[in-house]
């Protein structure tokens, strides 16, 4: 049975839930697309055939609804993948606002037609999951949790590595 077997690696992820729980745990990926490329994190969480998704954590398996996760956070070589696929793109400075009061600052990549190539352009036709761009680090965001989106100059004074800062209500 060993030739049905389909090849895969662990990827280890830090993941923000919406009960607020945090879990570190391993997604699995194909080791190789359709293409023949490895299978990056984005790509599984954006397939829109599958709505769980396999982790592990520790010794314990199960599968989670991906609607229920507002980022995923991925470093080392699973970050580099991702930056890699969109090194050509133009960055865009951006902070995003989260249902629940946080916010992840970082960088949008946005590879787009020029017509087509403003940040809301972009946002519209992402796939469920959109990553934002830090130092080593790409936090991929579940569009359905994004509230408000800065860009530009404002946000551009803002970054840092990607950040996640809990905003205080407006009194």
């Known amino acids: 049975m060993e030739m049905y ?15 607020g729980r945090t879990i570190d745990g391993s997604f699995f990926a194909h080791e190789a697309g359709p293409g023949g490329e490895p299978q ?11 709505d769980f998704v396999p982790l592990v954590c520790g010794h314990v398996s199960f599968l989670l609804n991906k609607a229920g996760i507002i980022w995923v956070q991925v470093t080392g070589s699973a970050a ?5 696929q969109v090194a050509a793109a133009r960055h865009v400075p951006a902070r995003l606002s989260l249902a629940g009061g946080l916010s992840v600052i970082g960088t949008l990549a946005i590879m787009m037609p020029p ?16 990553p934002l761009f830090g130092d080593g680090v790409v936090t991929l965001v579940h569009r359905r949790f994004i509230v408000t ?19 205080q209500p407006a009194r």
């Open 80 to 84: 580099q993948e991702i930056a890699d």
């Open 149 to 167: 989106v800065r860009s530009g100059e404002a946000a551009a004074r803002e970054i840092a590595p990607p950040a996640v800062t809990r905003t």
């Open 115 to 130: 017509e087509r190539s403003r940040v809301v352009d972009y946002l519209n036709a992402a796939g469920r999951f959109l």
């Open 40 to 50: 990056h994190v984005l790509a599984h969480l954006n397939d829109s055939a599958d």
């Open 5 to 19: 077997r389909i090849p895969r690696r662990e990827v280890a992820v830090r993941i923000l839930l919406d009960d």
